[in-house]
């Protein structure tokens, strides 16, 4: 086996996080619903776009993207794989996973859908209102996965979002083959309880005819998976099916199962939960590290937790703090 050239590579949707206030009365005279994720089109998603104010913020986001800016932060070789349009919003996705230290050269779409974003409207007493336009980054193809790239990554991590779109479900088994093909390991995030409850049945086959060497889920996910209500029983469960499990608890920590054996760390307190959104990305970005590193389960645990620690202690889903220094803080392997 050769050497490698990334820690870890990530697959999966690369959408910008778009936030700004809400006037009053703006959400409902645009007809949304208070609080709710609403799905919606180009069209719709040009016209409000053009009605958001000039001091929106614009941050690069999506799941897999995020967990690559988290293994940059501490200290790991990152690459992320994912689809954005020729246009602004695919140069402010591309700035900020390139000056999170992660690389990144996926062909941009040229005269098709516009970038991914989520516009966040944000009401005077902090509820957040959402509107996701999919676009570019569902048109990721077998194309878009390179050999090279995956077969010189320790570990590839794909998120199940990219199970919807046929051609990129596609690109998901390719990318696994070619890490394996290099004696690599892949890996994938079940993502949502609703991802898992529209492709159950492939999920596990995918798990169990070891396509894929790891799984990543958190409690709700993981039951939804088995169809229990027993976290113990859907525990006992994926130690029979997967190489490798890793389970978030939220204020109860987290859970390896490995080859049968489980390993439990608690989660690191923190004062305050600000912003819960991309912590499951970030204890990817450690778990997925220290193995890629050879740390211990038990290290590897840890420091997925800190990571996760760190982004659910502020606004937004990428790491504020330099991970790799507060890991040394906490005493962990680097």
Same mark, same amino acid.
């Given at each position: 086996?050769?050497?490698?050239?990334?820690?870890?590579?990530?697959?999966?949707?690369?959408? !910008?996080?778009?936030?700004?206030?809400?006037?009053?009365?703006?959400?409902?005279?645009?007809?949304?619903?208070?609080?709710?994720?609403?799905?919606?089109?180009?069209?719709?998603?040009?016209?409000?776009?053009?009605?958001?104010?000039?001091?929106?913020?614009?941050?690069?986001?999506?799941?897999?993207?995020?967990?690559?800016?988290? !293994?940059?932060?501490?200290?790991?070789?990152?690459?992320?794989?994912?689809?954005?349009?020729?246009?602004?919003?695919?140069?402010?996705?591309?700035?900020?996973?390139?000056?999170?230290?992660?690389?990144?050269?996926?062909?941009?779409?040229?005269?098709?859908?516009?970038?991914?974003?989520?516009?966040?409207?944000?009401?005077?007493?902090?509820?957040?209102?959402?509107?996701?336009?999919?676009?570019?980054?569902?048109?990721?193809?077998?194309?878009?996965?390179?050999?090279?790239?995956?077969?010189?990554?320790?570990?590839?991590?794909?998120?199940?979002?990219?199970?919807?779109?046929?051609?990129?479900?596609?690109?998901?088994?390719?990318?696994?083959?070619?890490?394996?093909?290099?004696?690599?390991?892949?890996?994938?995030?079940?993502?949502?309880?609703?991802?898992?409850?529209?492709?159950?049945?492939?999920?596990?086959?995918?798990?169990?005819?070891?396509?894929?060497?790891?799984?990543?889920?958190?409690?709700?996910?993981?039951?939804?998976?088995?169809?229990?209500?027993?976290?113990?029983?859907?525990?006992?469960?994926?130690?029979?099916?997967?190489? !490798?499990?890793?389970?978030?608890?939220?204020?109860?920590?987290?859970?390896?199962?490995?080859?049968?054996?489980?390993?439990?760390?608690?989660?690191?307190?923190?004062?305050?939960?600000?912003?819960?959104?991309?912590?499951?990305?970030?204890?990817?970005?450690?778990?997925?590290?220290?193995?890629?590193?050879?740390?211990? !389960?038990?290290?590897?645990?840890?420091?997925?937790?800190?990571?996760?620690?760190?982004?659910?202690?502020?606004?937004?889903?990428?790491?504020?703090?330099?991970?790799?220094?507060?890991?040394?803080?906490?005493?962990?392997?680097?």
């Amino acid at each position: 086996m050769t050497q490698t050239r990334f820690d870890v590579l990530t697959i999966g949707n690369a959408i !910008v996080d778009i936030i700004a206030p809400a006037e009053p009365g703006f959400i409902e005279r645009e007809g949304m619903t208070e609080g709710i994720m609403h799905l919606i089109e180009t069209d719709r998603a040009e016209d409000l776009y053009g009605k958001m104010p000039l001091g929106k913020q614009q941050i690069g986001g999506g799941s897999a993207a995020n967990t690559a800016a988290g !293994v940059a932060s501490l200290g790991g070789r990152a690459a992320f794989v994912g689809k954005v349009a020729d246009d602004v919003l695919g140069d402010v996705f591309e700035t900020d996973l390139t000056a999170a230290g992660v690389h990144y050269t996926t062909s941009r779409l040229k005269g098709g859908a516009l970038t991914a974003r989520s516009m966040i409207f944000v009401s005077e007493d902090g509820e957040r209102t959402m509107n996701t336009y999919l676009g570019a980054c569902h048109q990721l193809t077998e194309q878009d996965i390179k050999p090279d790239e995956i077969g010189g990554a320790a570990i590839t991590y794909m998120e199940g979002f990219l199970w919807d779109p046929a051609e990129a479900k596609k690109a998901f088994v390719l990318a696994a083959h070619y890490a394996h093909k290099n004696e690599r390991a892949a890996a994938f995030t079940l993502s949502d309880p609703f991802c898992v409850d529209r492709y159950r049945a492939e999920f596990l086959d995918l798990i169990r005819s070891k396509t894929m060497d790891y799984v990543f889920a958190n409690v709700h996910e993981l039951k939804s998976l088995y169809q229990t209500d027993d976290l113990g029983e859907a525990v006992r469960q994926i130690a029979k099916d997967a190489e !490798v499990a890793a389970i978030t608890m939220g204020a109860d920590g987290a859970m390896a199962v490995i080859n049968g054996e489980i390993v439990s760390v608690p989660a690191y307190p923190v004062d305050k939960v600000v912003d819960a959104t991309g912590a499951g990305d970030l204890f990817a970005s450690g778990f997925l590290l220290g193995m890629a590193r050879g740390q211990t !389960v038990e290290s590897a645990l840890r420091t997925g937790c800190l990571a996760a620690s760190e982004v659910i202690s502020h606004i937004g889903a990428r790491p504020q703090l330099d991970l790799a220094d507060l890991t040394r803080q906490h005493g962990l392997v680097g």
